[in-house]
Every structure is written in structure tokens, then in C-alpha cells.
């Protein structure tokens, strides 16, 4: 199940980060953390200015309403509260793909669930400024390639994927950078 993912957890503890945290998915998001206090649905009614932090890993391009989204972010965060958005960049390469292949293709590929691709926002910019005119001020910009991420398994393709990764690495092309980490304070 999507959601039940422990990886920014586990990697929060092993900075040496002490905290506590909620989980808020569409779906069933329980997973039994030493840092997780409870688990709801996006349905369940959160309290104002609760958080300090709020992430969002690979989760905003599944959102079609964003400019709600946003306010929703901006309300439960405290003043000066941080909010992380690791997002795929729509017009990288391995993204334009995904965003015209089917879900049911998808999901055979990978063998695990797969959700619907909106991409309520066509670039980084656009999405910057949906949660800018929200009040949210962008601290902190980073691309990284992917595309060798993606064909490891496929020995040749793997090689050349790693090489077209360096290569748009050099040239800071981040328009061809597939993964995109967006910092955003109340």
C-alpha cells in the first residue's frame, strides 16, 4: 500500500532528528514507527497551526486541486513552520512518459499500486506560485537527474540512464532534472 513508507522517518532518525510525528494519506497510511503518534485521512479534521513541518513526498502531482491543497498546508502549520515537497519536474523526459502511459500499464510494470498523474501544474514555477499567493515563501530550491534511478535493473539501458543523468548534470539543465525539492515557510 502507498503511504506506508517509513523512508524520510528512518533517515530523519538516523540525522539524529528527535520528533514525533502524524501520517495523513487518502488512504490507510498505519505503520507501526517508534516516531509516529497517529495516522488519519485527509478527510479527518486536523487542528490549525499544529505542526512545525509538513512533508510531501511524491505526492502533489497526484493532487488536482492544489491551490486547496495549499491553503490546507499553510492552516496547519505553526508560524515559521516548514513545508518540503520532494515532486517530480512534468517537463523532465521520464515524467512526460508517465504522464501519457496508462495507469493500468503502470501498475502491471512496477507490481504495486499506482494512482492517477494530474500534474495540476505544468512546471516548478507554477507550482512555486500556487503556494507563494497562498502566504508560503520558497527557501530552498534542489533538481537532482533520476532517469538512471529509474533503468538500474536494465543492464544497457541502466548505463546510458546514468550517463544522460551526468551528462544534464554538467550542463545544469534543470528543465531535464527529474526530481525536484521544494522548502516552503509559513
Same mark, same amino acid.
Given at each position: ?25 487518502v488512504e490507510d ?19 490549525? #497551526? $499544529? /505542526? ?5 513526498? &511524491? ?5 488536482? *486541486? ?27 523526459p521520464e515524467f ?37 499567493s497562498t502566504g508560503?515563501?520558497?527557501?530552498? #530550491? $534542489? /533538481? ?5 534511478? &529509474? ?5 544497457? *539501458? ?29
Amino acid at each position: 500500500m502507498g503511504g506506508q513508507s517509513v523512508s524520510i522517518e528512518n533517515q530523519l532518525v538516523a540525522s539524529g532528528a528527535h520528533f514525533v510525528c502524524d501520517r495523513i494519506d487518502v488512504e490507510d497510511c498505519s505503520v507501526a514507527h517508534p516516531t509516529i503518534e497517529k495516522c488519519c485521512l485527509c478527510s479527518d479534521v486536523v487542528e490549525s #497551526k $499544529r /505542526y512545525v513541518a509538513a512533508f510531501a513526498n &511524491y505526492v502533489l502531482e497526484h493532487v488536482q *486541486l492544489l491551490d486547496k491543497a495549499a491553503v490546507e498546508i499553510y492552516r496547519v502549520l505553526m508560524t515559521s513552520g516548514r513545508f518540503i515537497a520532494f515532486i517530480p519536474n512534468p517537463p523532465a523526459p521520464e515524467f512526460m512518459l508517465v504522464k501519457h502511459t496508462p495507469l493500468w500499464f503502470r501498475r502491471m510494470v512496477t507490481g504495486r499500486n499506482a494512482w492517477h498523474t494530474y500534474y495540476a501544474y505544468k512546471n516548478i514555477a507554477v507550482l512555486t506560485k500556487i503556494f507563494e499567493s497562498t502566504g508560503f515563501c520558497l527557501v530552498e #530550491k $534542489r /533538481y537532482w537527474p533520476v532517469v538512471g534511478d &529509474y533503468l538500474y535493473k536494465i543492464p544497457f *539501458l541502466g548505463i546510458l540512464g546514468k550517463s544522460y543523468d551526468k551528462m544534464i548534470s554538467i550542463m545544469e539543465a534543470e528543465t531535464f532534472m527529474g526530481q525536484v525539492c521544494l522548502i516552503f515557510e509559513k
